[in-house]
């Protein structure tokens, strides 16, 4: 045994593999993507990136079946995906155990929505376990497995994105490798056909009834008493919270298992207290669960549904203590996010700009193309979205098919981007989708993906073409170009949006922050020539500002891209030496 500094995900991962974890599939998404990425540094444990969040599912699903202990991993949006195979896979239940972590995002630091997975473990009747520390994500995922195995079911872990990037001190464990666990043929249990669903959903709703039983004593789920004036049911990060802003003036009920919930475990802490808060982040699950079982406790009433709480929060509202903190009045400009010096997302966003179209937009860097000066997406709804959107847009409107195009990433494409692409040709609307490939996944921090050639671990494999997966699903014109270069990319988008028939884009330049990507000098300004009229300004470059009227290029950020120069009329913008 030994102690070691980890993050949430990282110990969550050396969690699953002392317990024997044999396979594990996942889609990146923050905060989640660690986990998988730390899984996969463990030669003894099958890991991959799979297409999407449903595939990951899918393929643990399929190997804790067969017998082998598995894991997926996603954000929360991710388990939207995932759904379809977690309701039946609650059904048929599992041979080897099977964790699914799931990652959600109080704040939306880096999300679209701000939604709430617990009510999967409830709606998907799949149990669900909350840590609150990294020591937590290590212990809490290895007692998955133990109760997936002993209740025939997947295991949901559900992390916030503090507890998943925290650091903390982990005692490091030896690994146990519990070997493949005889498959045996059972119809009755595996294939969920009307005959067969009916019969395991009553094995289930008893199943629930179990885990609620074991819920109740369960160690994971731990009393505090303290002065019992206060009494706080909390889960995961809310806990940490509490603690530290109400230290012994409370009395704690801390529960590890979030779904299901005790009833007599609540009752009997509540009785012990004069007055009972509720602390969670995002909805009130708990606090609804209290109520509906006649137990009266202090919850949104007083909180807030959105965001994330503090320490400052629960005290203010809980003990009325107020903070000391200093002000200053010094105007610090606001720093929104953008993209990178290089980045080959902007040279494209510039030429629709130029061509005056409406973006339907997906998730990805290339989501910053909504904001100034860029400002080119109108809509943004989630993974695969742009394509499928574009469609509907076009055939709702025909007369603006040619005022519109789709922007879609080549991970997201891959994710789910390509059905929209099918719908079109089957559909034969006159929709122009333009993949930005980037070589890579980009946003959750440069993973591979099934275009780029690279497995999880860097090996080599097969790459698909996006060329040839177009025109395999009947796109008959599908063109290249450099973003770089904004004359070609303006002409040939042009001709695409004219044509009367479904087309693609693919604009292709590797991410400008790869490694192997080879830099040209920095590019400077000539101020002899530069006049100072800002038109290099309005790519929204960070490496550009003005000074004394002049534009300045900031040479510890410019890769030599030459977009900026295709800008200026006056030649001032020149190439670095």
């Known amino acids: 045994m030994s102690k070691q500094l980890l993050i949430g995900n990282e110990a969550v991962a050396r969690g699953l593999y002392e317990a024997g974890l044999r396979v ?27 297409p999407n969040e449903k595939v990951a599912m899918e393929v643990a699903a399929g190997a804790a079946i067969s017998g082998a202990r598995s894991f997926c ?7 939207n995906v995932a759904a379809d195979p977690l309701f039946t896979a609650s059904y048929t239940g599992i041979n080897a155990g099977m964790v699914i972590a799931v990652a959600d995002d109080p704040g939306m630091h880096s999300s679209q929505n701000e939604q709430d997975s617990r009510h999967y473990a409830k709606a998907s009747k799949t149990m669900m376990l909350e840590p609150s520390d990294s020591e937590e994500c290590l212990q809490f995922a290895k007692l998955a497995f133990t109760l997936s195995e002993q209740f025939d079911t997947p295991v949901i872990l559900r992390l916030s994105t503090r507890v998943a990037h925290s650091r903390g001190l982990v005692e490091v464990g030896e690994r146990v490798d519990n070997g493949l666990k005889e498959y ?55 806990y940490t919270y509490a603690k530290e802003a109400l230290g012994d003036k409370a009395s704690y009920l801390k529960l590890g298992c979030v779904y299901p919930l005790p009833v007599q475990l609540i009752k009997d802490f509540a009785a ?44 203010r509202v809980i003990l009325g203590k107020e903070d000391k903190s200093l002000a200053t009045d010094l105007e610090i400009p606001a720093r929104p996010p953008v993209l990178c010096a290089g980045c080959p997302h902007r040279g494209l966003y510039y030429a629709l700009k130029k061509l005056n179209v409406m973006v339907s937009g997906d998730i990805g860097c290339y989501t910053l193309g909504a904001l100034a000066p860029i400002g080119m997406m109108d809509t943004c709804i989630c993974m695969g979205a742009s394509v499928s959107a574009l469609h509907g847009r076009n055939q709702a409107n025909p007369e603006n098919a040619k005022k519109s195009v789709a922007v879609i990433g080549d991970s997201t494409f891959m994710h789910s981007g390509v059905t929209g692409l099918i719908d079109i040709a089957y559909n034969q609307s006159n929709s122009t989708v333009i993949i930005l490939d980037n070589s890579i996944t980009g946003m959750t921090g440069h993973q591979d993906n099934p275009t780029t050639g690279k497995t999880i671990k860097g090996d080599p494999t097969t790459a698909v073409s996006l060329e040839l997966l177009a025109k395999a699903v009947g796109i008959d014109h599908v063109r290249v170009v450099d973003p770089y270069n904004l004359e070609e990319c303006e002409r040939v988008i042009r001709e695409e949006v004219e044509r009367d028939a479904p087309s693609v884009v693919i604009s292709r330049r590797p991410c400008a922050l790869l490694k192997y990507v080879k830099h040209k000098p920095p590019m400077h300004v000539n101020t002899d020539k530069c006049v100072g009229c800002k038109m290099c300004m309005k790519i929204g470059c960070p490496a550009i500002s003005m000074k004394d009227k002049k534009s300045v290029i900031d040479f510890t950020q410019c890769v030599g891209c030459a977009v900026c120069s295709q800008l200026c009329k006056f030649d001032a913008i020149e190439e670095g030496e």
């Not at 989640?32 to 899984?39: A, G, P, R, V």
């Not at 982040?281 to 109520?291: A, K, M, N, S, V």
């Open 24 to 50: 594990a599939s996942s889609y990146p998404g923050t905060p989640s993507t660690e986990i998988t990425e730390c899984i996969a540094k463990y030669d003894d444990v099958y890991s991959e990136w799979a």
């Open 73 to 79: 991993g996603m954000k929360h949006v991710g388990l």
């Open 272 to 315: 012990k207290c004069d007055k009972v808060y509720v602390l969670e982040e995002l909805d009130p699950f708990i606090e609804e669960h209290c109520r509906q079982n006649g137990v009266e406790v202090i919850g949104k009433e007083a909180f807030t549904l959105q965001g994330e709480y503090s320490q400052s929060l629960i005290a």
């Open 184 to 238: 045996k043929k059972d119809p009755m249990k595996y294939v969920m056909m009307p005959g067969m669903a009916i019969k395991k959903h009553v094995v289930v709703e008893q199943r629930v009834l179990d885990q609620t039983s074991w819920a109740e004593t369960a160690p994971i789920n731990t009393v505090e008493m303290n002065d019992t004036k206060i009494g706080v049911i909390t889960a995961g990060i809310s």
